[in-house]
């Protein structure tokens, strides 16, 4: 029921049931009053075990939709608590809203300051009055959409059931110009692509948010260009000519092909540290162009930058290029008749042991992709093992593989990211992949996905140990004491929460899974797969012996 009396909590939900469909959340003192009046009304809530997984939710709910949402918690330690996952969001560019409780007016000994904390992690901090609660979470919404960033907005607590006072306007946003791509820079990068005789077209996040895919993919088969992804817009172009991801989870073919493009259009990619390959990914490419809207190019080995609109300058480059036909027609995809076949994704098949006795997460990925439904989205959290399953296993579209921590490496928030997206994309079977190390720390809400998902399967490459740190730190010498974990049965832990699952011995096992989808797979399903710390990712390798030069450098 409503209080007859209208306060500020109400405003701020009025807003929130207006611009969003769910909200993530864990109740205290600081955002009792907002949740009362959102549950009453009857808005999609789903409850976190842990403030962090609150705002993982409503990252990954974005990333799965495209539909910015709202997380929320109370003020003090629940506030802190979200903060690593809070970091996660502003670096990967995650538009989110959090409602915080903040302190009173006149300040406790267990207040902080809140505002200058998020600040340190380059979040900003709106706080509303009783006379502009509404039209400060309108800014916020606004605020988080046109920077491509989380926004915080902070309910003080003297004022949380406060009467909502008559409305002041908020200082607008200052007008957004929209970096557009000059006559000069397309026709120069037409040009550059039109005497290319390998182009390679290479999709990004940015690309996908900005609805880019389609002129590209036109761009790409005008040229006779192969087409590549970043791993956060898998399957953008939905074209038979898509190498798949580049950077380090590529499969061994398509790596081949990458390092022969002459010419490389990157546009809304980061081109990271990893997604080059520490610089080796390209290694034939004259010209590296990459297009974006951030003030400068990402990384040294980019030729050409053009800081514009992803759609603006895929369109105009587009009718740039038809405007003088191509020099070198088809020539590349003509030689390479294996990716339309895509014979260039045979992989050797692998022993399911390896010499440890343990077993080997590759053919337990391969076999995955083909037991696994369909329409699925797969939500993968950090670690060493985070490259099988995107190398390994497909996915419908460019918002169905999520990769929870990459922009702040950091681990254990899978259980509440594969929440987010399963909320987002209900119709789904929601797939996470988890190592042991993670998914012990993110425990908590394994009991929220059990609890709210529909149909969801949890796989744990379960080595006993923290890989990563295994295979970075104790090849070196170091004591690897630290660096292991006593083995723990997760699908013992999920049986006694409330899901199906099993242990795997063999490949055989996975039989389990097999006839749990045949059954409608309903519900969640653990699979804990014992892995091998023998068998070591090429991209683990790739990391290590590019920290081992760096390390040989001496000071200068």
């Known amino acids: ?60 709910y974005y990333r ?25 969001a502003r670096m990967a560019r995650i538009p989110l809203v959090l409602i915080v409780g903040d302190a009173p007016t006149v300040r406790r000994p267990i207040d902080i300051d809140q505002e200058m904390v998020s600040e340190g992690l380059g979040v900003q901090t709106l706080t509303v009055t009783a006379s502009n609660a509404a039209e400060m979470t309108h800014h916020a919404f606004e605020l988080a959409y046109r920077s491509s960033a989380p926004v915080i907005l902070a309910i003080p607590y003297d004022i949380a059931a406060a009467a909502a006072e008559p409305s002041t306007p908020v200082t607008p946003l200052p007008h957004y110009i929209q970096p557009l791509a000059s006559a000069e820079d397309v026709a120069r990068i037409a040009s550059l692509l039109r005497h290319a005789e390998r182009p390679l077209i290479l999709g990004g996040r940015g690309a996908l948010e900005a609805g880019a895919a389609a002129d590209l993919r036109t761009v790409g088969d005008d040229l006779g260009a192969l087409f590549a ?13 898509d190498l798949g991801v580049a950077g380090g989870f590529a499969r061994a073919g398509a790596l081949e092909l990458l390092r022969q493009a002459d ?11 990893f997604q080059m390959r520490y610089g080796t990914l390209f290694s034939s490419a004259r010209s590296i162009v990459q297009v974006d809207t951030q003030p400068a190019q990402t990384h040294a080995s980019v030729t050409e930058y053009v800081q514009a609109d992803a759609k603006d300058f895929s369109s105009k480059l587009l009718h740039a290029l038809r405007a003088t036909p191509p020099l070198t027609g088809q020539s590349w995809r003509l030689n390479e008749p294996k ?25 337990f990925a391969q076999a995955l992709d083909n037991i696994l439904p369909a329409k699925r989205t797969i939500v993968q959290d950090g670690g060493h093992f985070l490259g099988w399953m995107p190398m390994y296993a497909s996915v419908p579209d460019a918002r169905s593989l999520i990769l929870s921590g ?140 590019a920290a081992s030069k760096k390390d040989a450098v001496p000071a200068a």
């Open 1 to 60: 029921m409503f209080l007859d009396q209208r306060t500020v909590s109400d405003a701020v939900a009025d807003v929130v049931a207006e611009r969003c469909d769910a909200v993530f959340g864990l109740m205290g003192n600081g955002n009792a009053h907002l949740l009362s009046n959102l549950t009453a009304r009857g808005t999609t809530f789903i409850s976190a075990r842990h403030e962090s997984g609150a705002v993982a939710m409503a990252d990954s």
């Open 64 to 88: 799965a939709s495209g539909r910015a949402t709202v997380a929320t918690t109370t003020y003090g330690a629940g506030f802190t608590n979200t903060l690593t996952a809070l970091t996660e």
């Open 229 to 241: 992804t970043s791993v956060m817009a898998r399957n953008l172009f939905d074209s038979p000519w």
């Open 263 to 273: 010419v490389v259009l990157a546009v809304g990619a980061s081109l990271n540290t």
């Open 339 to 363: 990716v339309a076949a895509r014979e260039i994704f045979d992989e050797p098949s692998f022993n399911e042991t390896a010499d440890d006795g343990r077993l080997d997460p590759r053919p």
């Open 406 to 545: 990459t922009a702040y490496q950091v681990i254990g928030l899978g259980f509440p990211f594969a929440v987010g997206a399963a909320a987002a994309r209900p119709e789904h079977t929601t797939v996470l992949i988890s190592g042991d190390g993670g998914g012990l720390m993110a425990l908590p809400d394994l009991e929220t996905m059990i609890r709210t998902v529909k149909s969801g399967v949890v796989v744990v490459f379960n080595d006993a140990a923290y890989g990563a740190e295994l295979h970075q730190y104790a090849v070196k010498g170091l004591d690897k004491t630290a660096m292991l974990i006593d083995e723990v049965d997760f699908a013992a832990v999920g049986r006694a929460l409330g899901a199906q699952g099993i242990k795997a011995q063999s490949l055989a096992d996975l039989d389990f899974l097999r006839e749990w989808v045949a059954a409608g797979a309903n519900g969640v399903f653990v699979l804990d797969i014992p892995i091998s710390q023998t068998i070591v990712a090429d991209y683990m390798r790739e990391s290590v012996e």
